[in-house]
C-alpha cells in the first residue's frame, strides 16, 4: 500500500515562491514515476511535472522555466519548487505515483492510482 502526503502549499504573492513536498511510504517499485498534477475549481485536472526513476523530468507548457520537479531517493519525498508563480498557479497540487505510463499518456491523471490529499496554492495578484 502506497501512501502519499503532500506539504507546503500556502498563499503568496505573485513573483513569490513556494516549495511543495510530498512524502511516499510504502513500497515504490523501481519503474514508477512520481508526478506532480493541480486542479483548479471549475476545471479538470491538470499534470504539471513528471520524474522518471532515472531522473528524467517533463514538464507542461505552462510552468516550464518556473517549477522544478526533483526527489531524494533516500528519504522517499518528492519535490515541486515552484518560483514567478503567477495568480493561474491558483490550485490544488496533488502529488501521484505509479507505473510510468507511454510518453504521450505521462501527464495524464487517469494513468496514475495512487494520490495524496493535496496542498492548496493561492498565488494573490
Known amino acids: 500500500q502506497v501512501q502519499l502526503m503532500e506539504s507546503g502549499g500556502g498563499s503568496v504573492q505573485a513573483g513569490g515562491s513556494l516549495r511543495l513536498s510530498c512524502a511516499v511510504s510504502?513500497?515504490?517499485?523501481?519503474?514508477?514515476?512520481m508526478v506532480w498534477f493541480r486542479q483548479a475549481p471549475g476545471k479538470d485536472r491538470e499534470g504539471v511535472a513528471i520524474?522518471?526513476?532515472?531522473?528524467?523530468?517533463t514538464y507542461a507548457e505552462s510552468v516550464k522555466g518556473r517549477f522544478t520537479i526533483s526527489k531524494d531517493n533516500a528519504e522517499n519525498t518528492l519535490y515541486l519548487q515552484m518560483n514567478s508563480l503567477k495568480p493561474e498557479d491558483t490550485a490544488m497540487y496533488f502529488c501521484?505515483?505509479?507505473?510510468?505510463?507511454?510518453?504521450?499518456?505521462?501527464?495524464?491523471?487517469?494513468?496514475?492510482?495512487?494520490w495524496g490529499q493535496g496542498t492548496q496554492v493561492t498565488v494573490a495578484s
Open positions: 510504502g513500497y515504490i517499485e523501481r519503474r514508477h514515476c
Open positions: 520524474i522518471l526513476r532515472n531522473g528524467g523530468t
Open positions: 501521484a505515483v505509479d507505473w510510468c505510463p507511454p510518453g504521450p499518456r505521462e501527464l495524464w491523471p487517469e494513468e496514475y492510482n495512487n
